[in-house]
């Protein structure tokens, strides 16, 4: 079965930081460009970081700095090291997949609160 699985979301207080894993399964991302994306209650669904087959990143201006994608095809997985988080990072994640298919996760929670 084609899927994406996110995982490694939680709470966390400000400040913290939190690694988010997305294991595929019946596609190769060494193949597929990787993405993550959020979305916070009443908004809409936001671009976060991206990686391409080819390893190179690109990152929305407010996770500059405090995000990084990485991926282990080997393992067939893609992270999203979060650090410095505040209440503002408060969002289900989204893991994508996108090249030959389109493909989304079903989300994992993070909630950012003291």
């Known amino acids: 079965q084609v899927q994406l699985v996110e995982s490694g979301g939680g709470l966390v207080q400000p400040g913290g930081s939190l690694r988010l894993s997305c294991a595929a399964f019946g596609i190769s991302t060494s193949n597929y460009n990787m993405g993550w994306y959020r979305q916070a209650p009443g908004k809409q669904r936001e671009l976060v970081a991206t990686i391409t087959t080819n390893s190179s990143t690109n990152y929305a201006d407010f996770v500059k700095g405090r995000f990084t994608i990485s991926r282990d095809n080997a393992k067939n997985t893609v992270y999203l090291q979060m650090s410095s988080l505040s209440p503002e990072d408060t969002a289900v994640y989204y893991c994508?997949?996108?090249?030959?298919?389109?493909?989304w996760g079903q989300g994992t929670q993070v909630t950012v609160s003291s």
């Open positions: 994508n997949a996108r090249r030959y298919l389109t493909l």
